[in-house]
């Protein structure tokens, strides 16, 4: 078993995927940095996908996306046109909340 342990390790080494992750989250973060400085979110939409990350129900609730808490575990759906922000907004959101 050892052998092939050895034989998979050198083909496909740990150190070289952490690598590649870690590239790739630097690139991801680059790009949500740059289009967080270009954007000016609603403050209003801002506040609601920070409530969702947080799971703060009581504040999603107060912003009249649900009428009770029970939902606010459920999955977010950000919709819009083409070009409408929706990206920059979730980067804008997601670099603040780091």
């Known amino acids: 078993m050892e052998g092939l342990l050895g034989i998979v390790d050198a ?6 995927v952490a690598d590649s992750l870690l590239l790739q989250k ?25 409530a969702h990350l947080e799971a703060d129900s009581r504040r999603l609730i107060d912003e009249g996306v649900y009428s009770t808490g029970d939902k606010a575990v459920q999955g977010l759906i950000l ?20």
């Open 11 to 16: 083909l496909l080494p740990l150190a070289d």
């Open 26 to 50: 630097e690139w991801h973060d680059s790009v949500a940095a740059e289009r967080a400085r270009s954007a000016l979110p609603d403050p209003r939409l801002s506040s609601i996908l920070c």
């Open 79 to 98: 919709l819009g046109a083409s070009g409408a922000g929706k990206a920059s907004l979730m980067a804008a959101v997601g670099v603040a909340h780091r």
